[in-house]
């Protein structure tokens, strides 16, 4: 990106929380689009109406070229705004979006400024306050409808505004005077609402984070909860195969009796530290419920490896009540289609976990390698991984 685009970005775009700035864009944008429309059509309505009472002695140019300008600006924006630019799939574009639309909208601005102020000079008398008043009514209809840009909502308000009151004060008459108070001041109080909008926007955003945040994390452990792990496996979906790590600390309820369950919580947050960080591209770490966790993810970046890893680092880690922790791994591959198919890899990767506490613990076994056919302790395969075995 050339430093002219970082200009017109860092402008267009102001600086804003890192966790939202993307769903303030997204948001900026659509409601851009959605209200510059109607903002376009009645620009395009008005415009003949300015023209009628323009005199012939304003000239051609402000009489006939200015307004045609105008009129082929707003019918320029209508037709744009008709394409459907999916922002919320392609952020990248309502990124693209607001900083075309503060550039439209300078555009837009000159025009109507240059036409106000020549047809203001052209036209004696009281009837001339009729062209600052349509101006600023404009402005401050297209400042609310950008208000979601605020270099583009501040661009509008001083050049349609400020010149056109500085040429009221100059002309020496109370009545002009006056009335370039009055607009001035009613670009002000609609510079503060704008402001008032544009924290209201981002405090809601903020807290729809928070809520997601916590609708889908673990309070304790910050890990994804069951909920935002299922939500995972469907984004990985489709035919290319997954595999399931599930994980289950030895003895846990051992800890809890014997330090108390404020030291099985650090145990717990140290235990969680350690499987998140094999976490990243195309795998998260989840905590599934008590002291059950899991690792899911593709099979290429989730190798069957981690599991012997992930337990050597456990067994060997120091741990906040000053003892040995370890944990049993089951492991499983399979498709993530739809519904049935995670939960066929959850008792899957479940057997192999109870096979693992079965043999001794502090180990991992393979789903490949257990007779599973043969195993009594199977479950149905439509048993809900909601309600998994005590396998302490």
Known sequence: MSRFSNFLRDVAIPDLPHDVRVDYVVAAASQVQKQARMLFVALLITTPFAVMITPESAGPFVKWVLPVAMALYCLTGIVQLRKDNQFATKPWRAEKFIIESWLSSLIGALICTVWTIAAFLSVEGTERLHFPVMLVMGSLATAYCVASIRAAAAMHLLIDIVPISALLIFTGSVLDIAAAVSLGLAGLFQWRMINVHHNQVVELLLLKRKSQTLALTDPLTGLLNRRALLDFAEALGGDAPSRLLLIDIDRFKTINDTHGHDMGDTVLQEVARLIDSHAGNNVSSARLGGEEFALLGTREDL?????????????????????????????????LEDDRAWRTLYRVADDALYEAKRQGRDRFVHAGDLETAADPRRRSEDASPETPRNVA
């Open 303 to 335: 190798p069957a490896g981690k599991a012997a890893q992930l337990l050597a680092e456990i067994r060997e880690a120091a741990m906040p009540h000053g003892g040995q922790v370890t944990v049993s791994i089951g492991i499983a591959e399979g498709t």
